[in-house]
């Protein structure tokens, strides 16, 4: 049984009861497990490090779903991956409604260049 076997499970059990200290313990070990997933799935370090932050106010959320008979690692990964995709695709989809105008930069720098002179 490795470290982790069962201790995590057991620190969101006593979370779910109350124990302040033992959800804490479980956030801050499982960060660099949600930080992986994060940055296997998103390129950009802060995209994914939001989509962390996202899925850590998920688990935060959804906390009192968790059942304590049932490993942890599963949900927490789910979750996590669930969140990367959402901002994915958020992304993607203002990605397509916007125009980057760093090209334009000339243009619109020189007074009068959008004037026809």
């Known amino acids: ?38 940055r296997r799935r998103i390129q950009n370090a802060a995209e994914a490090e939001d989509a962390v932050q996202d899925a850590l106010l998920t688990i935060h959320t959804l906390r009192h779903t968790y059942e304590p008979e049932r490993p942890i690692r599963p949900w927490l990964v789910a979750i996590c991956e669930r969140r990367a995709i959402d901002r994915l695709r958020r992304h993607g989809r203002r990605g397509g409604r916007e125009t980057p105008i760093d090209d334009f930069r000339e243009t619109l720098a020189s007074p009068g260049a959008n004037q026809g002179r």
């Open 1 to 38: 049984m490795t470290r982790t076997e069962g201790e995590w499970e057991a620190w969101m059990a006593a979370a779910q009861a109350g124990d302040a200290r033992a959800y804490d313990r479980l956030l801050r070990a499982a960060l660099p497990l949600l930080r992986a997933i994060a």
